[in-house]
């Protein structure tokens, strides 16, 4: 049992942001802290409270051994899967990515853009110039003090997915519905009505994994 806690305190890092449930501006995946298994390269499985940031692009999970603590996953590189009840992501390059369906391939990345956490500006006002100086500073090689926002302190600006397909053995990145139409230009017409009829919203990763089985059908 101290081997595998020694384990988890390397494998998991500490980040001064508390717990607390998700709003409309949250940058949270999930509205709360879900149940979530890690497994692992080496077979070991971890189970915690867990969630993702769509800012900072990375995995956090509540450390129930330490005081509540939310920390964020790293080595992520040891990573094989991280399950969410029936939702599988996989770790790409340190960010997450959910494989929507194995056959025929579909990912996504749920991701977000970010802007500061308005702070008061006096006389109950707020402003999110004067919070332009809210950095946390790490060191760096050279001797100097570089500045590293916090996405403690960031707040979700717009919430945008961008998803994967496989062909021909390689992933295709599709970031609006533009290049889905011209990765499948063959079936445009049929795919373009598909869309009409069905009210396909690129945004909705659940109908555009509709399309894509769609589209799919359409080559058999």
Do not use: H
Not at 63 to 79: T, Y
Not at 159 to 184: C, D, H, P
């Amino acid at each position: 049992m101290r081997q595998l806690l020694l384990f988890l305190s390397v494998l998991f890092c500490a980040v001064s942001e508390g717990y607390a449930q998700s709003g409309e501006n949250s940058s949270s995946l999930f509205g709360d802290y879900q149940e979530a298994t890690v497994y692992l390269k080496n077979g070991r499985q971890v189970r915690n409270k867990m969630n993702y940031n769509l800012v900072s692009e990375k995995f956090y999970f509540i450390d129930e051994r330490d005081g509540q603590q939310v920390k964020i996953l790293s080595n992520v590189d040891e990573v094989n899967i991280i399950k969410f009840g029936e939702r599988t992501f996989y770790p790409e390059k340190g960010a997450g990515v959910e494989i929507l369906s194995s056959e025929p391939p579909f990912y996504v990345q749920y991701k977000g853009t970010a802007r500061d956490k308005p702070k008061a500006a006096g006389y109950g006002g707020t402003s999110s110039v004067s919070n332009t100086t809210t950095y946390s500073m790490v060191g760096s090689n050279s001797g100097r003090m570089t500045a590293v926002y916090d996405p403690g302190r960031l707040e979700l600006g717009r919430r945008y997915n961008v998803y994967w397909v496989e062909k021909k053995g390689k992933k295709k990145e599709i970031r609006n519905m533009k290049q889905f139409l011209k990765l499948n230009s063959d079936y445009r017409e049929d795919l373009e009505r598909y869309i009409k009829e069905n009210g396909v919203k690129f945004d909705d990763a659940q109908q555009m994994l509709n399309l894509y089985i769609y589209a799919d059908s359409l080559t058999e």
